[in-house]
Every structure is written in structure tokens, then in C-alpha cells.
């Protein structure tokens, strides 16, 4: 039986058992080792579904990136924070990142999503 700390991973000193309090604040518990052969390993990977051969896309035309361009001659803090909040001291462009979710979806804006078609529509005409 090996006792190990549960936070630093150290052993215990003489006079300190299961259940113990580390230095660390830890508590000294019985390492758990797990040994896995294929079968478990199948029958773990088994549970998740399965990776998506391809992407859905998911267009929001809210995926903007908002920069202000007009600024306020004076140098307050007080009239900039006011000039910030303001919409039309900004100007807005898509956003040109692709965000992956966990299950098999792209979330980009309308503009991107036809650039990537037009890339790719390039892309196959230079293969054939």
C-alpha cells in the first residue's frame, strides 16, 4: 500500500498515516494506479461518438470587431470614456477568426464563410 499526499505527491514522514494533513494542506491518501489494457481502452474510446468528417458551419453577423477612429480633442478621462460608448465614433469589421466548438461546428461571420468557399472554389480549380 503506498500513501501519498494528494496535492505535493510526497510521502508521509514517521508518525503521519492515511488521512493525515500534508504540510501542503494536502491529505496523505493511498495512490490509485490504474492499468489499462486494449479491451478497457475499447470500451472507453467506445463511449464518446464519433469525430466528424466534416464541419457544420454556423454564420452570426455578430461576429464583429468594433475600433474606435474618432477621438475627442480633449485629453479627460471623463470625455474619452464618454466618446468610447458612443456607436458612431466606431467603425465595425468582420471578424476574421473561425471558432471551433467541441461537437463538430464552425462559428464564423457571413463574409468569412464566403471567402472560404471562394478559396476553395479556387483551391479545386487549381488541382484539376
Known amino acids: 500500500m503506498k500513501i501519498k499526499c494528494d496535492r505535493c505527491r510526497m510521502w508521509p514522514c514517521d508518525g503521519f498515516g492515511e488521512g493525515d494533513m500534508c504540510h501542503c494542506g494536502g491529505t496523505f491518501r493511498e495512490e490509485v494506479t490504474a ?4 479491451d478497457t481502452l475499447n470500451k472507453m474510446i467506445g463511449q464518446f461518438p464519433p ?29 474619452r470614456r464618454k466618446w468610447a460608448k458612443r456607436s458612431c465614433n466606431h467603425e465595425t469589421s468582420p471578424d476574421p477568426h473561425f471558432y471551433r466548438m467541441g461537437d463538430g461546428k464552425c462559428v464564423c461571420h457571413p463574409e468569412m464563410l464566403v471567402r472560404l468557399k471562394r ?10
Open 35 to 38: 492499468n489499462f489494457n486494449i
Open 51 to 79: 469525430i466528424p468528417r466534416a464541419l457544420e458551419m454556423i454564420t452570426s453577423p455578430y461576429l464583429v470587431i468594433s475600433r474606435q477612429v474618432r477621438f475627442p480633442q480633449s485629453k479627460r478621462v471623463r470625455i
Open 119 to 128: 478559396a476553395m472554389k479556387a483551391q479545386e480549380e487549381t488541382e484539376k
